[in-house]
């Protein structure tokens, strides 16, 4: 069952209350118990989770944000992780609303409440949480009459590995996370995402290896069980077979969808002698492949665990960097080649660590991605690049296109036209003057959304680009259906050139359709001339890269547009 069944009268009403202020727990338990609720507290994300371990009936939590060792915000996303069917809500007097709604408003966080608050109000979306929990329950408990047997709950799977392991078993288990997944909640609604998830498990169980069990561990997020070790090779393409359905698009819930998912397994007794430690390095494991992003599929290693350390530490520091002016934004130009001149730029941004230095947007996006912060992060970039682009445009500089990534939590902000409208007023530019680059990733998930947010983009007058194309969907066949001006091929593909002779027809295909769509293309990661010699001779409009300039400061930035044309000007540091 992907979930407990519905449980009945005093035991479905419990909620836990978590504040480290003494009186504000005291104030709340009077209004809910009052209410009707049987209510528990606790004064730290610790103590809760203790209690949530012993009292598996709670299903309503409710979080101040701001508390020592745990916030809120950490302790609702260890509670989606570990108690997947627990509601969290959260009551804080924290002063920074927008910043602490922008962080928190996740898969994790069911609703978002202020202090001093309203006791109607606090009421009816406590009622509302219950009401939700018998919506998941209904439709998880109805998972049955799709067909999938044998899938385990977290409780399952930690029995079964620990009869497995006291009986000298050796075991692998393969930590399993659907990409973007929290996407599905804030676009589609939580009851549609959970009948994205029930059609994503019936998949997974039929594909199974035949000794192998699966698990659902919270969310979005499976384990698969198989009571053998096999060589790392021979694990990975396991994996690569289990999530072979998923090359293609699903039609589920009345939609066509792109699910892709990531993966990290560990072996025991070698990776992790109990089942607490073997899914805890299974799902490091996962975290490690996700920072790298590269296949094959990552077995545990015990340095990952000192990462994952260091990635919380980093995700806490991540809340100040704005405040603490830590952020940049950089600019790399693109270039015509046919003119050598600059016809665009990508703004980047970066973050410069108070005492550990620049760290890389690989490592920071994709926590803020997680947290949600790349809400208010992605809406500064955008601000202050676009008002950068107005002062170059004061001071009589060349004109070009200045180009934005926008990342998929922004692109599910249902107010996100107007608010590129609004940045773009404030700022004095046009709305031709900018372009927003979106992942292929992103824009293939779910296609037909895409189409309807796309077009109310174009609305505005603005450019739209494919960023990083050819590392999602290999099917070419959406991309008529989707109002883009640009098409950006990865750099992946263009490092090969002109050497690999696959990669060059590839290359030149894409640019060959791209044009017949009227769509221009630009090819990013260029580094040498025989990148360019070839690109050229394929007919790309447009290329980015080393070759001319890394992406710079906004002032080296406007020594590369006062020196024009750049073709045949290697950029000199």
Not at 137 to 155: A, E, M
Not at 307 to 312: F, V, W
Not at 411 to 427: F, N, P, R, T
Not at 456 to 467: H, N, P, Y
Request: glycine content about 6%.
């Amino acid at each position: 069952m992907l979930n407990r069944a519905i449980e009945e009268g005093e035991m479905q009403k419990t909620v836990l209350v978590i504040d480290d202020e003494k009186a504000i727990l005291r104030s709340l338990k009077r209004i809910l118990h009052h209410a009707g609720y049987k209510v528990m507290t606790a004064e730290s994300g610790s103590e809760a989770l203790q209690l949530l371990e012993e009292n598996r009936h709670i299903r309503v939590v409710i979080t101040d944000y701001r508390m020592p060792n745990m916030t809120g915000g950490e302790l609702l996303a260890n509670i989606k992780q570990r108690f997947s069917d627990v509601i969290g809500i959260m009551l804080t007097g924290y002063a920074d609303i927008e910043s602490v709604i922008a962080a928190l408003n996740s898969g994790a966080v069911y609703k978002y409440l202020t202090k001093p608050w309203n006791d109607t109000t606090l009421l009816a979306e406590v009622e509302s949480a219950f009401l939700h929990c018998q919506e998941l329950d209904k439709l998880r408990s109805n998972s049955g009459s799709l067909g999938i047997k044998n899938l385990l709950s977290r409780h399952d799977v930690m029995d079964l590995l620990g009869q497995w392991m006291s009986g000298g078993i050796q075991t692998t288990a393969v930590y399993l996370d659907v990409n973007m997944f929290r996407s599905y909640n804030d676009s589609l609604g939580y009851e549609v995402a959970d009948q994205i998830l029930i059609a994503l498990a019936e998949t997974l169980v039929k594909n199974l290896p035949e000794s192998a069990l699966l698990g659902q561990m919270g969310g979005d997020e499976f384990v698969m069980l198989m009571p053998e070790v096999c060589s790392e090779t021979e694990t990975q393409n396991l994996i690569e077979t289990l999530l072979l359905p998923f090359h293609k698009l699903q039609n589920i819930a009345g939609r066509e969808l792109y699910v892709s998912f990531s993966a990290g397994y560990a072996f025991s007794p070698d990776d992790g002698d109990t089942p607490e430690a073997l899914v805890r390095n299974a799902q490091a494991a996962l975290f490690s492949y996700k920072r790298s992003g590269s296949k094959p599929f990552t077995r545990y290693r015990s340095v990952m665990n000192a990462g994952s350390r260091e990635l919380l530490s980093l995700r806490s520091d991540l809340y100040q960097a704005l405040e603490k002016n830590q952020f940049t934004v950089v600019y790399q130009p693109k270039v015509s080649l046919s003119s050598g001149l600059i016809v665009g730029a990508e703004s980047l941004l970066r973050w410069q660590h108070d005492s550990l230095g620049m760290i890389s947007p690989a490592t920071f996006i994709p926590l803020a991605e997680s947290s949600g912060l790349i809400e208010p992060i992605g809406d500064w970039v955008l601000a202050t690049a676009c008002s950068q682009r107005r002062v170059w445009q004061l001071e009589g500089l060349p004109s070009f296109l200045l180009s934005v990534n926008l990342s998929g939590r922004q692109l599910h902000q249902k107010s996100l036209a107007e608010k590129v409208k609004h940045i773009l007023e404030l700022a004095g530019i046009q709305p031709t003057d900018l372009e927003l680059e979106i992942t292929e990733t992103f824009l293939i998930q779910d296609i037909d959304s895409s189409v309807e947010l796309l077009n109310e983009l174009k609305a505005l007058g603005i450019k739209l680009s494919i960023d990083d194309f050819g590392t999602g969907y290999s099917s070419l066949s959406y991309l008529n259906r989707l109002p883009i001006d640009t098409l950006k091929i990865d750099g992946s593909f263009v490092k090969e050139l002109p050497q690999c002779r696959d990669r060059v027809d590839l290359v030149r295909n894409v640019i060959q359709m791209s044009h017949d769509l009227g769509m221009t293309v630009v090819a990013e990661g260029v580094e040498t001339q025989a990148q360019l010699d070839t690109l050229n001779t394929l007919k790309c409009d447009e290329i980015q890269g080393y070759f001319y300039s890394p992406p710079v400061s906004a002032e080296q930035f406007r020594v590369l547009l006062e020196n024009q044309p750049l073709v045949g000007k290697p950029y000199q540091p």
